[in-house]
């Protein structure tokens, strides 16, 4: 395992990564992020063993998700704790995690990728963030061969894109259900891995100011991206998303 701290594998714009950081962040765990372009980062995860990101390489092991890295560094002593300790509230942070990862993560990706992938001069800052000369001198080149293989390997099409609001859409109304009863946090105890679940996999529907990746900038959405955005904002789980990103998301 390399001393030090443990490095972060990343494509920038990704939600799943921004859940990752987040965890590791609120969880004081120090850590070196190593950002890829999307794809490119196929080299670095199959060397340690992994596939997609995020990965935590280091700390004596090879973390393959977000889910293994938010429970690793919610286990880690001295950190500040992301899930319950009782084993019911627990069980429901995790339960609720897992179907955000999939109804509201994959879905919010597909729409969002059906709006910008089409844009290459949005989608190129958001990928070549934080990423190492000389690839990043190369993204440009590269870009034209990504946008294929993401809508391919994302299967994003007109009719899927639109599907995919629909089940996050439907996502943000469980979630506002689910707050309706005036608690402040998913999980009653208080803030932790649910709500940083939510707000990350949310972000690209929501726009968040302080994303620990790189957004388009939302000035520069296209207009019907933008108008869904604004109308997400302002749903009781949207503006939830937005608060938690406003009170527990420090700046890096
Ligand atoms: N369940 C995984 C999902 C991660 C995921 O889908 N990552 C995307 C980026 S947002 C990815 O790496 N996709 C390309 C690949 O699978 O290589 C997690 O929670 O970490």
């Known amino acids: 395992m390399p001393a030090g701290a443990p490095r ?3 494509v920038s714009l990704s939600h799943f ?8 962040q609120y969880a004081g765990i120090d850590y070196r992020e190593e950002a890829h372009l999307p794809f490119l980062h196929r080299l670095s995860t ?15 092991a090879v973390l393959k998700d977000s889910e293994s890295i938010l429970r690793w560094a919610d286990a880690q002593p001295g950190a500040r704790r992301l899930l319950p300790t ?5 069980s429901e942070a995790l339960e609720l995690m897992r179907y955000l990862d999939r109804e509201l993560g994959v879905h919010a990706r597909r729409w969002a990728y059906g709006e910008l992938l089409p844009r290459p001069a949005l989608l190129l800052p958001c990928f070549s963030a934080g990423v190492r000369a000389p690839t990043r001198y190369v993204a440009p080149l590269l870009l034209p061969l990504l946008r294929p293989l993401i809508r391919r390997g994302y299967r994003v099409t007109a009719a899927n894109a639109a599907a995919s609001l629909e089940r ?15 608690r402040a946090y998913l999980i009653e105890e208080g803030f932790g891995a649910a709500d940083i679940t939510f707000a990350s996999l949310a972000a690209p529907l929501v726009f968040p100011e302080n994303y620990g990746g790189r957004l388009p900038p939302l000035p520069r959405l296209p207009a019907r991206m933008a108008e869904v955005v604004t109308r997400m904002r302002a749903l009781p789980a949207g503006t939830f998303a937005l608060a938690m990103y406003a009170r527990h998301r420090a700046a890096r």
């Open 17 to 24: 990564c921004e859940k990752a950081r987040w965890a590791l």
């Open 46 to 60: 199959r060397r340690v063993g992994a596939g997609s990101v995020p990965v935590l390489v280091g700390a004596g």
């Open 86 to 90: 009782g084993a019911a509230a627990r």
């Open 8 to 10: 972060l594998l990343t």
């Open 168 to 182: 996050v859409a439907a996502v943000f109304e469980r979630i506002a259900e689910r707050l309706s009863d005036g």
